[in-house]
Nanobody, 119 residues
Framework: QVRLVESGGGSVQPGGSLRLSCAPS????????MGWYRQAPGKERDLVAE???????HYADSVKGRFTISRDNAKNTVYLQMTRLNGEDTAVYYC?????????????WGQGTQVTVSS
């Protein structure tokens, strides 16, 4: 079973930056979209950024202008560059790759990586 492996989380001071990475343990064909979600304690998991197969990106309003999602095709890796971090960005971050199958979509999820913004 292919898994998504995330890395890059950690602790950072307000105003700092982090870059998250997400890559599959094997090959995933027919990717429809790649995305980053986050879940803070006691809250639901919300979309942070999404990259569609044709290159379109979407961002949550709270991260627009601060976060950037990108993909390195050669490394088969998706990144989330996070800048100007603040306490409200503290959460577990998950990546999700959506695979297009014959008549449905299948979502692969990573295990999550903790991001803590604190002084």
């Amino acid at each position: 079973q292919v898994r998504l492996v995330e890395s890059g989380g950690g602790s950072v001071q307000p105003g700092g930056s982090l870059r998250l990475s997400c890559a599959p343990s094997g090959t995933i064909w027919s990717i429809d979209s790649m995305g980053w979600y986050r879940q803070a304690p006691g809250k639901e998991r919300d979309l942070v950024a999404e990259l569609l197969s044709e290159g379109t990106t979407h961002y949550a309003d709270s991260v627009k202008g601060r976060f950037t999602i990108s993909r390195d095709n050669a490394k088969n890796t998706v990144y989330l560059q996070m800048t100007r971090l603040n306490g409200e960005d503290t959460a577990v971050y998950y990546c999700k790759w959506r695979q297009r199958r014959e008549d449905y979509y299948y979502d692969y999820w990573g295990q999550g990586t903790q991001v803590t913004v604190s002084s």
